[in-house]
């Protein structure tokens, strides 16, 4: 958290690597910290929208997004180990729920898909892709994040992307593998889109984790992340 907030005061654009999902919890954190109105793309199978006392897992990667949102509830500086949100009498940042959007949901908890409709966050599970396709989706995403108002237009965009959105017959090398994901041609797309926006100002790639999958399938799994960060970066095919 420390170290993403003081790299983007001074102008400079973090890239961060995991690790499974919690390390977002830290990275979100010093977003919104240096750069409150930032939007955030949160590509991923999962919401990561639990909190405590909302997880049927228990599990803190499916957290990092309901820690911080706005409208649930707070307190979470007196957990053990998160002291750091709230450091020096300081309020944890928050996110505002308009701040954010889903690409790619698929495995989504039962409280999350609740808060989800409660808060009016915006989502585009794989159903809405099959649908709209997704040159569609990113345009509607981008479109939430960017084009809503003359004060959003400038607004920094963070991109948060779970390797487990793709589907495993192309990344099988992740930790909660989820059917029925992303295509590679999709998963390429929505870097691209999103590195032609203009706005990415931060960026993380997690749950890339060679140990799990064999030696062909973890080196298609890098290979991909690899492509999608260089995607990301603003290589494009012409």
């Known amino acids: 958290s420390d170290v993403v907030e003081d790299e983007l005061r001074s102008g400079r654009f973090p890239l961060i690597l995991g690790g499974d999902h919690s390390v977002a919890l830290g990275s979100l954190a010093g977003i919104l910290r240096a ?99 997704i040159g569609s989706v990113m345009d509607m995403a981008l479109e939430h994040l960017l084009g809503g108002s003359a004060d959003s237009s400038n607004r920094p965009l963070h991109l948060s992307y779970d390797i487990d959105a793709i589907d495993p017959i192309h990344a099988p090398a992740t930790g909660t593998a989820v059917r029925g994901g992303l295509t590679y041609r999709e998963a390429h797309y929505i870097a691209e889109a999103t590195a032609r926006s203009g706005a990415l100002a931060s960026a993380e790639m997690v749950e890339l984790n060679p140990t799990l999958s064999d030696g062909e399938g973890s080196r298609e799994t890098v290979e991909l992340g690899l492509g999608v960060l260089t995607s990301l970066m603003g290589k494009s095919i012409i």
Do not use: C, Q
């Open 35 to 133: 750069r409150p109105e930032t939007g955030v793309l949160w590509i991923d199978a999962h919401a990561d929208l639990n909190t405590p006392s909302m997880s049927e897992s228990g599990n803190m990667h499916g957290m990092p997004v309901g820690l911080l949102m706005d409208g649930l509830e707070d307190g979470h500086a007196s957990m053990p180990g998160l002291e750091w949100l709230a450091e020096e009498g300081s309020s944890p940042p928050r996110l505002s729920p308009d701040s954010i959007v889903y690409v790619g949901l698929r495995d989504v908890d039962r409280a999350e898909r609740s808060t989800i409709r409660k808060l009016g966050i915006k989502a585009f599970t794989m159903h809405d892709i099959d649908r709209y396709g």
